[in-house]
């Protein structure tokens, strides 16, 4: 078990206070810990969004690509160097939205890649439309300004 | 020896590759040089299409024909128009044809029964014509079928000798091609079968791409030669392909792509992330006629601006365009080292003509071919950044997951270290002139243009890519007509080397498009006057004798 201090990013965090993917971070540093990776032992992979700035924020390897190309990203590396624990982190607009073509096609090339969508239903960075996930005729959050 | 242009003409699926395939080993087998290109309709079967052998002359096409071997008399009277003055039509004439009429189809079900023996002989007929040996096309024939059953193998063999009886009969003397055979042994390849291998002795180690034409040949070499030693994946769309690359690179792993015009319109903006992630790629952008879908299976040099400008934002690239396979083997290894030396992407810009045209070439040895390695020691660093800001712009490199070293790749404007940073008064400039610095000196290692018979020249044709060998024997052919004309060949196309041009000169552009695109850049470059400019967009690949028409105009066609 590796403590979660061990992912410790210099970089300076641009979420929002209780931004839930703080939670996911948490998560993510915790399963990197018990599965003893090393910081140099992980490669994050991630498109563009909020979520996609995940990878800035936990030590390790990073390649932060384009919006939607993360799943395609990762597979280069991960077939370049099968020993990284190669993981995507990114939202669900780039993941299900720009890039759904390439999450589809991954689960028929099924590597041996993580994949996590941080979905929340909007594209938050751009002011709150929908993402691919929102359900039916719901009306825009009274929070979003766009 | 004679210049002589030999067109097999058909439908598709009839079998004119492989005819044309057994008749070019025959010939290179007898020590005679040959050149073939293809020219051939976006279809599986039928339409009209022809496979082209020129023999003893330069490797460039021609479209007139000496002799024409037709498959079916549809494509005879299709390709009438071509025949030269003194051509001679052969096969399955159109009616009231005139030639040496061998119905191939009746023949091979009377005395073969099946249809399938009809290309064996044409085979022969062809061969014979030529005065080739028989023995030879027989040991071609052999090798090529290997896989077939003896009993097949000699029915086979047995028409092509029907195919040389056939001709030898009604053959007037006058009418016989002599061919001075050597004992020279020549490479016989296509630019896309050797850019795998060059690519593979680079080095290459990773290669990502989705089927389009004509660049598809570059993935399949690939995976039919896993002794090559590159790992081939079939992507769900370019996008993916570039983006799969781009990974690997970052990995450490030798990367291309290959594509065409659209599929490049599809990539752009990871052409545009390899060069803000100063990350090492090759891609092939192999040139069909647009706009769109345009003409699929023909050729031209219509996307230079594209190649050179397509991608947001402003970083170094490289741009370079072989003329040859011996010339492509070279300029793939410097694309290589290129793109590992600046950290970004390099376009070997081809075309549909270079995909299909075999060359004969001086055997040459693809021996000890390597180039550098792009990544730098771990052990040098006590502490590492991807993007430390150094005097040339490079910073060093190591791959993702290489050692105990970090590497932080980001596609936002970042810091040394790679996050993501807005700091708009110092790091933003920093990075903006990193890169820029790399420009600044790879254009200082930018090769010059080849310039070929240009002492005195008044007029200066000027091309680039898969038209060098076509110029030359244009500037051949106005220099035996008095003319002083010369020509400069551009491999290196982007950047441009730095050069004055001599004024007094008339420069002439000679490219397979409609709107001068190089001629453009000269003049935006380097303020070249352009005197006139020779394009060719019907979807053929340039030929001297249309270099010469477009320079002479109607004087061309005037007696010498």
């Given at each position: 078990?590796?403590p979660?201090?061990?992912?410790?990013?210099?970089?300076?965090?641009q979420?929002c206070?209780?931004?839930?993917?703080?939670?996911?971070?948490?998560?993510?540093?915790?399963?990197l810990?018990?599965?003893?990776?090393?910081?140099?032992?992980?490669?994050?992979?991630?498109g563009?969004?909020q979520?996609?700035?995940?990878?800035?924020?936990?030590?390790?390897?990073?390649?932060n690509?384009?919006?939607?190309?993360?799943i395609?990203a990762?597979?280069g590396?991960?077939?370049?160097n099968?020993g990284?624990?190669?993981?995507?982190t990114?939202?669900?607009?780039?993941?299900?939205?720009?890039?759904?073509?390439?999450?589809l096609?991954?689960?028929?090339?099924?590597?041996?890649?993580?994949?996590?969508?941080?979905?929340?239903?909007?594209?938050?960075l751009?002011?709150?439309?929908?993402?691919?996930?929102?359900?039916?005729?719901?009306?825009?959050?009274?929070?979003?300004?766009? | 020896?004679?210049?002589?242009?030999?067109?097999?003409?058909?439908?598709?699926?009839?079998g004119?590759?492989?005819?044309?395939?057994?008749?070019?080993?025959?010939?290179?087998?007898?020590?005679?040089?040959v050149?073939?290109f293809k020219?051939y309709?976006s279809?599986?079967?039928?339409?009209?299409?022809?496979?082209?052998?020129?023999?003893?002359g330069?490797?460039?096409p021609?479209?007139?024909?000496?002799?024409?071997?037709?498959?079916?008399?549809?494509a005879?009277?299709?390709?009438?128009q071509?025949?030269?003055s003194n051509c001679?039509?052969?096969?399955?004439?159109?009616?009231g044809?005139?030639?040496?009429?061998?119905?191939?189809?009746?023949?091979?079900?009377?005395?073969?029964?099946?249809?399938?023996?009809?290309?064996s002989?044409?085979?022969?007929?062809l061969a014979a014509?030529?005065?080739l040996?028989?023995e030879?096309?027989?040991?071609?024939?052999?090798?090529?079928?290997?896989?077939?059953?003896e009993?097949?193998l000699?029915?086979?063999?047995?028409?092509?000798?029907?195919?040389?009886?056939?001709?030898?009969?009604?053959l007037d003397?006058s009418?016989?091609?002599?061919?001075?055979?050597?004992d020279?042994?020549?490479?016989?390849?296509?630019?896309?079968?050797?850019?795998?291998?060059?690519?593979?002795?680079?080095?290459?180690?990773?290669m990502?791409a989705?089927?389009?034409?004509p660049?598809?040949?570059?993935?399949?070499?690939f995976?039919?030669?896993p002794?090559?030693?590159?790992?081939?994946?079939?992507?769900?769309?370019?996008?993916?392909a570039?983006?799969?690359s781009?990974?690997?690179?970052a990995?450490?792993?030798r990367?291309?792509?290959?594509?065409?015009g659209?599929?490049?319109?599809?990539?752009?903006e990871a052409?545009?992330?390899?060069?803000?992630t100063?990350t090492p790629?090759?891609?092939?952008?192999?040139?069909?006629?647009?706009?769109?879908?345009g003409?699929?299976?023909?050729?031209?040099?219509?996307?230079?601006?594209f190649?050179?400008?397509?991608?947001?934002?402003?970083?170094?690239?490289?741009?370079?365009?072989?003329?040859n396979p011996?010339?492509?083997?070279?300029?793939?290894?410097?694309?290589?080292a290129?793109?590992?030396?600046?950290?970004?992407?390099?376009?070997?810009?081809?075309?549909?003509?270079?995909?299909?045209?075999?060359?004969?070439l001086?055997?040459f040895?693809?021996?000890?071919?390597a180039?550098?390695?792009?990544?730098?020691?771990?052990?040098?660093?006590?502490?590492?950044?991807?993007?430390?800001?150094t005097?040339?712009?490079?910073s060093?490199?190591?791959?993702?997951?290489?050692?105990?070293h970090l590497?932080?790749?980001?596609?936002?404007e970042?810091?040394?270290?790679?996050?993501?940073?807005?700091?708009?008064?110092?790091?933003?400039?920093?990075?903006?002139?990193?890169?820029?610095e790399?420009?600044?000196r790879?254009?200082?290692e930018m090769?010059?243009?080849?310039?070929?018979?240009?002492?005195?020249?008044e007029i200066?044709?000027?091309?680039?890519?898969?038209?060098?060998s076509?110029?030359?024997?244009?500037?051949?052919?106005?220099?035996?007509?008095?003319?002083?004309?010369?020509?400069?060949?551009f491999?290196d196309?982007?950047?441009?080397?730095?050069l004055?041009?001599?004024?007094?000169?008339?420069?002439?552009?000679?490219?397979?498009?409609?709107t001068?695109?190089?001629?453009?850049?000269?003049?935006?470059?380097?303020?070249?006057?352009?005197t006139g400019?020779?394009?060719?967009?019907?979807?053929m690949?340039?030929?001297?004798?249309?270099i010469?028409?477009?320079l002479?105009?109607?004087?061309?066609?005037?007696?010498?």
């Open positions: 078990m590796i979660m201090e061990r992912y410790r990013s210099t970089a300076e965090n979420w206070p209780g931004c839930p993917n703080f939670g996911i971070q948490t998560a993510l540093k915790r399963a810990g018990s599965l003893d990776l090393e910081p140099h032992q992980i490669c994050l992979v991630s563009i969004g979520a996609a700035k995940t990878p800035h924020y936990i030590a390790a390897n990073v390649f690509g384009l919006h939607g190309r993360s395609p990762a597979i590396i991960h077939t370049a099968p990284l624990k190669t993981i995507v990114s939202g669900d607009g780039c993941i299900y939205g720009e890039g759904g073509n390439h999450l096609h991954a689960f028929r090339r099924n590597p041996n890649i993580t994949v996590i969508v941080h979905d929340n239903q909007i594209y938050a751009t002011k709150g439309q929908g993402s691919p996930p929102r359900g039916e005729a719901k009306k825009r959050d009274s929070n979003s300004t766009a | 020896m004679k210049d002589l242009s030999i067109f097999i003409v058909g439908a598709a699926g009839e004119i590759q492989t005819i044309g395939n057994v008749v070019a080993r025959a010939l290179l087998q007898s020590g005679i040089s050149f073939t020219e309709e279809r599986i079967r039928g339409g009209n299409n022809s496979y082209r052998l020129r023999v003893s330069s490797n460039a021609r479209h007139d024909a000496d002799v024409i071997l037709a498959l079916n008399s549809t005879a009277a299709h390709y009438q071509t025949a030269s001679l039509m052969l096969g399955e004439l159109s009616p044809g005139e030639g040496i009429a061998i119905p191939f189809q009746t023949i091979a079900k009377e005395q073969f029964g099946s249809p399938l023996y009809a290309n002989i044409a085979a022969g007929a014509t030529l005065g040996s028989q030879i096309l027989e040991n071609v024939l052999r090798k090529r079928f290997a896989k077939l059953n009993a097949v000699q029915q086979n063999v047995a028409a092509i000798r029907m195919g040389y009886e056939k001709v030898s009969d009604p003397a009418q016989a091609i002599s061919l001075e055979t050597t020279r042994t020549h490479t016989f390849a296509s630019v896309h079968e050797i850019i795998p291998l060059a690519a593979a002795a680079a080095g290459c180690r990773f990502a989705y089927p389009m034409s660049s598809t040949g570059i993935m399949t070499a995976a039919k030669d002794e090559l030693g590159v790992f081939v994946e079939q992507a769900e769309d370019e996008i993916a570039i983006n799969m781009l990974g690997a690179s990995a450490g792993a990367a291309m792509t290959a594509t065409s659209g599929g490049f319109a599809l990539m752009t052409v545009s992330l390899a060069g803000m100063e790629l090759v891609i092939v952008l192999a040139q069909r006629p647009g706009p769109a879908t003409l699929p299976t023909r050729t031209a040099q219509e996307d230079l601006t190649a050179i400008l397509g991608g947001h934002g402003e970083f170094p690239r490289a741009v370079l365009a072989p003329s011996q010339d492509a083997f070279h300029v793939t290894l410097r694309a290589f290129l793109a590992d030396r600046y950290q970004m992407p390099v376009i070997l810009l081809t075309d549909q003509f270079l995909a299909d045209a075999h060359f004969s001086p055997d040895a693809i021996s000890e071919y180039v550098p390695g792009g990544l730098a020691d771990p052990a040098s660093f006590k502490t590492y950044q991807r993007y430390a800001i005097e040339n712009g490079v060093p490199r190591l791959a993702l997951g290489q050692s105990e590497v932080v790749i980001d596609s936002d970042h810091t040394e270290e790679g996050h993501i940073t807005e700091d708009l008064e110092t790091l933003r400039p920093a990075m903006v002139e990193k890169r820029l790399k420009a600044r790879l254009k200082q090769a010059m243009p080849d310039a070929y018979r240009t002492e005195g020249a200066v044709l000027i091309s680039w890519g898969s038209s060098r076509a110029v030359r024997e244009a500037v051949d052919l106005l220099r035996t007509r008095g003319r002083e004309v010369g020509s400069l060949h491999t196309v982007w950047p441009l080397p730095q004055t041009l001599p004024d007094r000169v008339a420069y002439w552009t000679v490219e397979g498009n409609a001068g695109q190089f001629g453009e850049l000269l003049q935006a470059e380097w303020g070249t006057p352009i400019k020779i394009g060719r967009y019907d979807g690949p340039l030929d001297a004798v249309s010469v028409s477009g002479l105009g109607d004087e061309s066609e005037a007696p010498t």
